[in-house]
């Protein structure tokens, strides 16, 4: 999946961390959930209020985040396909111009990459196949070639960038004040219903967190699960990107959608972002993108890196867990 921006990256990390608060949020006035929790999970009965401890709310935050950076390990065991519909707007709104890209997404040795198929859903020429292929031959030859030295730092970069999402999850919860508004039915499963407002007073430590103020949301939490399966988000305030970088604008809004795969994690299934920008202080950027991915597909990694006429030719041997 392509990270949509610094913005919505960081929301979709934060999402599933909301139940913490909201559940913290629950007063005298609201029915206390009834959390159905295995037995290796955290305790998570409110008291008599309705009310959960702060001991309680950290250990569920704890599994929140665990299960959320899981989801993210095991997409790379899988093979799937992006839609994009990026539609231009004029200032009242209508589209002015509409472009679709279709892309085959695959993991090599630790990096996702994209391989574009279809443009305006038309599959490529034999020219841009052919250079598309160019790009995927480069990065095996780049993994091919890589030093044990380059790999090693590469490794420890994303294990750094796993630990900031942590800290991220962390100030996350300290920055809103959550409420459970009930529960609704989603694809045929349960889910909880929560209203994330911006706490006033809030300080973040984190500089990514500074923006979080700016936005206010609703999220949808498995209920068997404790997955995130939807967020809808909106800028309720001006958020500068960069000094002279971007500026995002009050109505922005995105609604993301994550269903279960094989019975064995949350993958995502639908974003939707409406965007009002204005780029380096000079354009007016109204969009509308809506990604869409279907077709997982589960695969087995190999120490052995193939070219893209040894994939052509051999392609993996184990079926779909669809």
């Known amino acids: 999946m392509k990270k949509p921006g610094l913005i919505l990256s960081s929301f979709l990390i934060a999402g599933v961390v909301i139940l913490v608060g909201s559940l913290s949020a629950v007063t005298q006035d609201d029915p206390a959930p009834t959390l159905s929790i295995a037995a290796s999970k955290p305790d998570l009965t409110p008291d008599a209020n309705g009310v959960l401890s702060q001991q309680q709310m950290q250990q569920l935050l704890r599994v929140v985040a665990e299960k959320d950076m899981e989801n993210d390990k095991r997409l790379r065991d899988y ?5 994009d519909v990026h539609h231009n707007l004029d200032h009242n709104g209508q589209v002015k111009s509409t472009e ?13 990459v994209q391989r574009l198929t279809e443009k305006n859903d038309k599959p490529l020429d034999a020219k841009d196949a052919a250079k598309e292929d160019g790009k995927i ?3 095996i030859d780049k993994r091919k070639n890589e030093s044990e030295e380059a790999r090693r730092k590469r490794e420890q970069k994303e294990e750094k960038d796993r630990e900031d999402d942590r800290k991220f999850v962390l100030e996350v919860a300290d920055a809103y004040n959550f409420h459970l508004v009930g529960t609704e039915s989603l694809g045929g499963r349960e889910a909880w219903v929560i209203d994330a407002e911006p706490r006033p007073g ?17 999220v949808w939490i498995d209920k068997s699960d404790m997955q995130l ?6 800028c309720i305030d001006t958020v500068s990107v960069g000094l002279f970088l971007a500026r995002i604008h009050k109505g922005t809004r995105f609604v993301y959608e994550q269903t279960r795969v ?13 965007l009002d920008v204005r780029l380096a202080l000079l354009k007016e950027y109204d969009a509308n993108l809506e990604q869409s991915f279907r077709d997982y597909k589960k695969f087995r990694t190999s120490a052995k890196i193939l070219s893209v006429g040894d994939v052509k ?3 993996p041997s184990n079926a779909p867990q669809r």
């Open 79 to 83: 093979t799937y396909i992006e839609r």
């Open 100 to 112: 679709i890209t279709t892309y085959d997404v695959m993991e090599i040795e630790g990096e996702q």
């Open 137 to 139: 031959q480069k990065i």
């Open 202 to 218: 809030y300080e973040p430590h984190m500089k990514e967190a500074k923006f979080l103020p700016k936005f206010r949301g609703r």
């Open 229 to 234: 399966s939807k967020m809808d988000v909106q």
């Open 262 to 274: 094989n019975d064995e994690v949350w993958l995502p299934k639908h974003l939707d972002v409406k």
């Open 313 to 315: 030719e051999n392609p």
